[in-house]
């Protein structure tokens, strides 16, 4: 399965689950990454981390680090 990190500038994907565990996990959900809402990359900082995506409506910045937690499916 893709994690988020890989995902390419511009892409879409949808979430199909949220690993992690206890308050980084909760914390990710929190922040509206729960599965089957659509993402998309919008950029990469320059050295790679972190980045920024577009979901429901407003733009959150991710640490690659946390992206890494994600599986998604490309649309």
Sequence with gaps: MKT????????KARIVAVNGEGALRDRLLDM??????????RKVAPMGDPIELMLRGYELTLRIDDAKNIEVEED
């Design 4 to 11: 988020l990190d890989k995902l390419k500038i511009g892409k």
């Design 32 to 41: 509206g990454l729960t599965p089957k809402t659509q993402v998309m990359v």
